[in-house]
């Protein structure tokens, strides 16, 4: 699984920041892209519309060492997206975002936390939730 961070410039270590996943990561993180999420966020967060935020963006894992073109045809895409099971949630809260915390710091409120996503990914942040 390859997956992106987005640390704002306004971040600081010494202040908790608020945490955004999304799914699907590579949709999110294309400055050319639909979403462009890093720009937005940039935006939101210096006009104080959004507190600092710390975007993490994960990409479904995929059978070979290339990833299909377009990305949206991921082999463990709807295993990993659609299953309404507790396998991906306990991977993201076990194992994704300890590994984050090592290095950021992310607040513990649960208001301040969200996740998100298009089509499969949007059924997998509702499942999250």
């Not at 890093?38 to 600092?52: F, R, S």
Request: charge should be neutral.
């Amino acid at each position: 699984m390859e997956d992106y961070i987005y640390v704002p410039s306004r971040y600081d270590l010494k202040e908790p920041a608020a945490l955004m996943i999304f799914q699907d990561g590579f949709a999110y993180v294309d400055e050319l892209g639909d979403f462009r999420v890093p720009i937005v966020y940039d935006n939101l967060i210096y006009k104080k519309k959004l507190p600092v935020t710390i975007c993490l963006y994960v990409n479904p894992g995929h059978y070979s060492r290339e990833y299909p073109k377009p990305r949206w045809k991921s082999s463990n895409r709807s295993l990993e997206y659609d299953v309404l099971n507790d396998k991906y949630v306990t991977m993201l809260i076990d194992e994704i975002i300890p590994e984050v915390k090592k290095k950021y710091n992310i607040s513990d409120e649960r208001k301040l936390h969200g996740i998100g996503g298009v089509s499969s990914g949007a059924i997998c942040a509702f499942k999250a939730a």
